[in-house]
């Protein structure tokens, strides 16, 4: 039976699944000036991709395959696009660890949500700032 916490770190992962995915495409694009940004981002986001697995078999919930092929939601072809899907990756992923948070069924696993959290929303203002989207981060990243 699924409950609201395990979804919610059930649409994290996949959210990290996609955010790795959708790096190798930011990579394959972006400003030279920033490969290795984009490098650092894409180890992070693998990083937290096999800590939420380990935390998810620890916690015996079913950890769900990536997907066999995903789709970036608008065309990149060069370094502006690119840094925009890095933009849509973090606020994504955002917006899946905000309701990891919300949902957590323990303090445990509310602080390791609240980091991932940390982490995309300053990935994300980070990239916002590169592109000069001001402000460059909102007061509460994830919530619509």
């Known amino acids: ?15 990290e699944y996609a955010a790795v ?3 190798g495409v930011v990579a394959a694009y972006a400003n030279p000036d920033r490969l290795k940004l984009v490098a650092e981002y894409t180890a992070a986001h693998r990083a937290r991709r096999d800590a939420t697995i380990e935390l998810m078999e620890r916690l ?4 769900p395959a ?13 370094p ?3 840094a925009k899907l890095a933009v849509t990756v973090e606020s994504d992923c955002a917006v899946a660890w905000c309701a990891a948070v919300e949902h957590a069924g323990g303090a445990d696993v509310r602080a390791y949500a609240v980091g991932a ?12 700032s590169i592109l ?7 007061a509460f990243p994830g919530r619509s």
Do not use: K
Request: hydrophobic share 40%; net charge negative; proline share 9%.
């Open 60 to 63: 015996n919930i079913s950890v």
């Open 21 to 23: 995915y959708a790096y």
């Open 80 to 82: 502006i696009p690119a």
């Open 1 to 15: 039976m699924t409950t609201p916490d395990t979804q919610a770190l059930e649409d994290a992962l996949s959210a």
């Open 132 to 138: 000069g989207t001001n402000p460059a981060t909102t």
């Open 66 to 78: 990536p997907d066999a092929a995903y789709t970036v939601p608008f065309e990149v072809n060069d």
């Open 117 to 128: 959290l940390t982490d995309s929303a300053l990935r994300l203002a980070t990239w916002q």
